[in-house]
């Protein structure tokens, strides 16, 4: 089976810049999840979609970040401009539903270093 | 507030050894408790769930204990493997949200 796929591994932009973020989850995952792990910390949720409609999204910082899950499967996440403390590791995680015993299967991360 | 507290921070253990994890948590209301591991540059994967009814879960030399009245949770690693090293992140489940640990590092050095 194929685990979550994230796209860039890497990303380094400067300040004010954008930047874009791709995932692709566990095929028939209904529930999405885009994390911000900075170093030393665990990962904090930012969004949670439930097929392509927005669960969880009250941290996101809605003035410079957004998402969208169109068709319910494969989902983008932009940074407009990003800001210094925005650097960290952006994971994207999926599970079959959005069920509070259900395993999140997570994809490797996108680090990104802001200058 | 929700909060999840790990210790130690890090620790280093020689290969063949045991070592103990601990995770406080102040979440309510509380439904599970999960570990997962954390290898550098990947994503974390999930060890063990456990639900308050639970008191220990095994996954290989991996053994975690719950004491839900004191709000605590321990993982076990035995006989400790060079593969082994990574961070270890406790993550408490409750009112449909996650709250996470900052994770506690674990060296295994030959």
């Known amino acids: 089976e194929a685990g979550v796929a994230q796209s860039p591994r890497y990303k380094i932009i400067e300040k004010r810049q954008s930047v874009a973020f791709w995932c692709n989850p566990i095929?028939?995952?209904?529930?999405l999840y885009w994390y911000q792990q900075i170093l030393g910390q665990g990962p904090k949720l930012l969004i949670q979609?439930?097929?392509?409609?927005?669960?969880?999204d009250s941290q996101l910082p809605k003035d410079r970040f957004s998402a969208e899950r169109l068709k319910g499967v494969d989902s983008t996440l932009k940074i407009q401009p990003a800001k210094l403390e925005d650097s960290a590791v952006y994971l994207c995680?999926?599970?079959?539903?959005?069920?509070?015993?259900?395993?999140?299967?997570f994809g490797p991360g996108t680090r990104l270093l802001v200058l | 507030k929700n909060q999840v507290e790990q210790s130690p921070q890090s620790l280093i253990i020689l290969e063949g050894k045991n070592c103990t994890l601990q995770?406080?948590?102040?979440?309510?209301?509380?439904?599970?408790l999960r570990w997962y591991k954390q290898d550098t540059g990947r994503g974390p994967v999930s060890l063990t769930i456990?639900?308050?009814?639970?008191n220990t879960k095994s996954n290989g030399r991996y053994t975690a204990t719950l004491d839900a009245d004191t709000k605590q949770s321990s993982l076990h690693i035995t006989a400790s493997q060079l593969s082994d090293s990574a961070s270890y992140i406790c993550?408490?489940?409750?009112?449909?949200?996650?709250?996470f640990g900052a994770g506690t590092t674990v060296t295994v050095r030959a």
């Open positions: 995680a999926s599970s079959l539903e959005a069920g509070w015993m259900e395993t999140q299967y």
């Open positions: 995770c406080n948590y102040t979440v309510s209301p509380f439904s599970n």
């Open positions: 456990m639900t308050f009814s639970e």
């Open positions: 993550v408490v489940g409750g009112d449909y949200k996650l709250s």
């Open positions: 979609f439930q097929n392509n409609g927005v669960v969880d």
């Open positions: 095929s028939g995952h209904a529930t």
